[in-house]
């Protein structure tokens, strides 16, 4: 499969705490992309960090990627109940397209 | 600002019929817009990529002819599912790419449409 593959496929964490999402993938890449989905609606870019980045943060959230490992993960730090949603990453390839992974579902318990 | 919308948001229709979606990006131009399905639980599958004023590039496995594609303008893209059947029922978003912006890998998603063939 072209998509990318994300750990875990569930998460489930108390408010406060912080909530990690990790995303695999196979072939190279010329960005890398996060996005947002509550259920039934559309996505929100989160965040974007390209190939020669190794860490970027926006507000509570913070990416990292390893290139040399394929893989990335998204943090989300002192979580809120309005952070439930399902997490995708999505691979740029430098050829306007995004291929996504199969998604984190997040779940804040208040 | 980035807004992209969709319409109509939901749509039942009877076996057969044809469906039109509409995406629109309200507040800047997009040359490149994309049609993504998503089944319940799943990922977003592209199913084609489409460029205003030429036709548009569909994955392998879509097809054409099922799923017609116009983007006429900058700010326009419509996506219709032909002669509809129920496994066409699906969850249908549009996203956009602002035309000319350095550095503008981002697709700003539409909200989705929910299309259900009875």
């Known amino acids: ?110 | 600002g980035a807004v992209v919308s969709q319409h109509p948001s939901r749509v039942i229709c009877k076996s057969g019929t044809s469906v039109k979606i509409e995406c629109r990006s309200l507040d800047f131009q997009a040359t490149t817009m994309f049609w993504y399905r998503q089944f319940p639980k799943q990922s977003l599958m592209l199913m084609a990529t489409s460029n205003e004023g030429s036709k548009a590039t569909y994955e392998q496995g879509v097809e054409k002819d099922k799923f017609l594609i116009n983007h006429a303008s900058l700010t326009l893209s419509t996506l219709t599912v032909t002669s509809a059947h129920p496994e066409d029922s699906s969850f249908y978003i549009c996203s956009a790419r602002e035309a000319g912006r350095s550095g503008g890998e981002t697709q700003y998603f539409g909200p989705g449409t929910r299309l259900l063939v009875l």
């Not at chain 1, 809120?80 to 992974?101: I, P, Q, V």
């Open chain 1, 1 to 110: 499969s072209q998509q990318g593959e994300e750990d875990p496929q569930a998460l489930s964490i108390q408010e406060g705490e912080n909530a990690t999402m990790n995303c695999s993938y196979k072939t190279s890449i010329n960005n890398l992309q996060w996005y947002r989905q509550n259920s039934g609606r559309g996505l929100v870019h989160l965040i974007l960090i390209r190939s020669n980045e190794r860490e970027k943060h926006s507000g509570r959230l913070r990416v990292t990627l390893d290139t040399s490992k394929k893989s990335s993960s998204l943090l989300i730090t002192a979580s809120r109940a309005a952070d439930t949603a399902t997490y995708f990453c999505a691979r740029g390839s430098g050829n306007e397209k995004l291929t996504f992974g199969t998604g984190t579902r997040l779940t804040i318990i208040p």
